[in-house]
């Protein structure tokens, strides 16, 4: 390996390991600000905001049906089902490329 590869390699490993020390320190420090948050939060009696319902089926459905009709016209939804992380049987490298494949998918615009 010549010189100017060797040069290559440290500061690579230089780089990458001060993007991990800076990543590790912003995780810490959001971390530190979220715990005095909550802290603050309960001595001050008031309790923090609780989270967004989850939707329902039939809402999913309307809005799925919705979506499909104002892109490409009348559509047919024959099954809807959520994929939970512990029931999702694939793993995350499949997760994600399915979700790439589906996501280049061109959808054509609505003549109007």
Same mark, same amino acid.
């Given at each position: ?13 230089? $780089?990458?390991?001060?993007? +991990?020390? !800076?990543?590790?320190?912003? %995780?810490?420090? &959001?971390?530190?600000?979220?715990? @005095? ?17 989850? $939707?329902?089926?039939?809402? +999913?459905? !309307?809005?799925?049906?919705? %979506?499909?009709? &104002?892109?490409?016209?009348?559509? @047919? ?15 995350p490298w499949a997760t994600q490329g399915r979700s790439v494949l589906l996501g280049s ?8």
């Amino acid at each position: 390996m010549s010189v100017n590869g060797l040069v290559l390699s440290a500061a690579g490993i230089l $780089v990458v390991f001060s993007v +991990l020390a !800076l990543t590790s320190l912003v %995780v810490k420090a &959001m971390s530190t600000l979220d715990r @005095r948050r909550s802290e603050k939060a309960a001595s001050s009696g008031t309790e923090p905001a609780e989270p967004s319902p989850t $939707v329902d089926n039939t809402t +999913l459905v !309307l809005i799925t049906a919705s %979506v499909a009709t &104002m892109i490409e016209g009348r559509f @047919r939804i024959r099954s809807v089902r959520r994929l939970l992380p512990a029931e999702n049987p694939h793993s995350p490298w499949a997760t994600q490329g399915r979700s790439v494949l589906l996501g280049s998918h061109v959808i054509p615009k609505k003549k109007s």
